[in-house]
């Protein structure tokens, strides 16, 4: 099944460690992006990367950092500094960021800080 | 930045019956307008988008209608069948400018009753 694949499904963290979530793409899309869905407040972005080696802040970007190596993943790291991190986390890319792209998006991670 | 409403957050409907999702946009520079379709446990996914030099745009069961003049837009149902059940949002675009990122709505929950 090719598309946008996020690991792991769930993801249990404790208070003061850092996570990583995963998210690769086999699209061959140059844009993916970091959203976090909490009830009600719909899909709020984190980061996003419209090139391999680039990448820009979002609405919430605060707490977490991201990387982006290779054009297929953009992993998401999730640091102590973030202070309500339980939540849905959703893996999106684009063919690009201009004209009318369709998102795609990975299955999810839910996080939960134990 | 791009700021967009979604109203309702839930939505209850007979099956068979019609149903209407509203959105309303802040910024007259967004001309690229999608909805996504989150069934429960599953990703979101593009069903229908409409560009801002289109009133209305319909496939099969769904529409969507935009007025830009009072920076809102609709989505539209018809024949609600169960597997319509679902979180639907919104979202808003400057397809070509500097804020090229989509803007989400906080999302519908629609249940259609049997």
């Known amino acids: 099944d090719g598309g946008i694949t996020q690991s792991p499904k769930y993801l249990f963290r404790k208070e003061g460690q850092n996570v990583t979530l995963s998210c690769e793409q086999n699209l061959n899309h140059d844009a993916m992006y970091w959203y976090r869905q909490d009830p009600g407040q719909g899909l709020r972005l984190i980061y996003y990367s419209q090139i391999v080696n680039d990448f820009q802040k979002g609405d919430i970007a605060e707490g977490y950092s991201v990387s982006r190596e290779k054009k297929e993943s953009f992993p998401l790291t999730v640091t102590s500094a973030q202070k309500n991190p339980t939540a849905f986390y959703l893996c999106?890319?684009?063919?690009?960021?201009?004209?009318?792209?369709?998102?795609?998006f990975g299955q999810g991670t839910r996080l939960t800080v134990v | 930045g791009e700021n967009v409403e979604q109203h309702p957050s839930t939505l209850s409907v007979q099956e068979g019956d019609s149903a209407v999702i509203k959105c309303t946009y802040s910024d007259s520079a967004s001309n690229y307008f999608p909805w996504y379709k989150q069934e429960l446990g599953k990703r979101p996914q593009l069903i229908i988008d409409i560009r801002s030099n289109v009133g209305e745009k319909k496939d099969q069961r769904i529409a969507v209608t935009l007025n830009k003049t009072a920076k809102h837009f609709s989505l539209h149902i018809t024949e609600t069948q169960p597997e319509d059940s679902a979180v639907y949002f919104c979202?808003?675009?400057?397809?070509?400018?500097?804020?090229?990122?989509?803007?989400f709505g906080s999302g519908t929950q629609l249940t259609v009753l049997p």
């Open positions: 979202a808003a675009k400057e397809v070509w400018g500097s804020a090229r990122q989509l803007t």
């Open positions: 999106a890319s684009s063919i690009g960021t201009t004209g009318e792209t369709e998102a795609f």
